[in-house]
């Protein structure tokens, strides 16, 4: 079974959209998590998490498995997922 | 108010006092030095403060990021409309002109934010969205020829 595909992302970031645009071109499934829609308590706890993985508070952050790609970068994304 | 220039106008936009660079009066248009929003002066209180020309409208915040950029001889990114859409979308969900690849919608991260207002530029070669980037020197020595 493929890995789920997760971003972490901000509405107003043209860098998450560029991101979400290229998932789709790709025809890839991913979960978006807004992360600047969150209620703050929800977002207080995926901040957490996001700089537990990242060290940092950038965006987008997309997870695929154990890989992490922060910032939009699509020769990182297809290679992570195999394109 | 005395006669002669202020010694500073306050800027709401970044809260700086900067002293302008011409004779103020009331209702006259100034550019904060600091910020690059243009300004309409008002006499108050003893001082000059500046109310937000056009406030929150797009042609305000299109005007303060190229004062900016003029100011500091900084250029754009060639993602500048994309951010400039951020920016609005920002404004239309938290109120006002906050960095649009920050989660934070608070003063510190009006755009120009303040780190950028702080030299973030001339140290990294961008701000954090990359919608500033730190000019090209020119080489004197090859125009010269």
Redesign the interface.
């Known amino acids: 079974m493929p890995d789920v595909v997760k971003i972490f992302a901000?509405?107003?970031?043209?860098?998450c959209?560029?991101t979400k645009r290229f998932l789709s071109e790709k025809n890839v499934e991913y979960e978006a998590v807004d992360?600047?829609?969150l209620d703050d308590a929800e977002?207080e706890r995926v901040?957490e998490e996001i700089e537990e993985m990242t060290g940092r508070?950038?965006?987008p952050v997309v997870v695929v498995g154990s890989e992490i790609v922060v910032g939009h970068d699509e020769e990182k994304l297809k290679k992570v997922l195999g394109l | 108010m005395t006669d002669g220039p202020p010694a500073r106008v306050f800027c709401p936009v970044c809260s700086a006092r900067f002293p302008p660079k011409e004779d103020v009066a009331e209702g006259k248009l100034v550019r904060c030095s600091v910020c690059g929003q243009l300004l309409v002066l008002r006499a108050g209180n003893g001082e000059w403060s500046g109310e937000r020309y056009a406030q929150l409208t797009d042609d305000e915040i299109r005007d303060r990021v190229n004062g900016f950029a003029g100011l500091r001889d900084y250029h754009f990114s060639e993602?500048k409309e994309?951010?400039l859409?951020?920016?609005l979308?920002?404004r239309d969900?938290?109120g006002d002109f906050y960095c649009?690849?920050?989660?934070e919608?608070n003063s510190d991260y009006q755009c120009p934010c303040k780190p950028t207002r702080g030299g973030d530029v001339e140290r990294h070669g961008k701000c954090h969205?990359g919608l500033f980037l730190k000019g090209m020197k020119r080489n004197r020595s090859a125009l010269a020829i």
Not at chain 1, 10 to 15: G, I, M, V
Request: hydrophobic share 40%; glycine share 4%.
């Open positions: 901000l509405s107003t970031c043209p860098y959209r560029r992360v600047d829609l977002q901040l508070h950038s965006f | 993602m994309e951010i859409e951020g920016l979308a920002k969900a938290f649009p690849c920050r989660v919608h969205c």
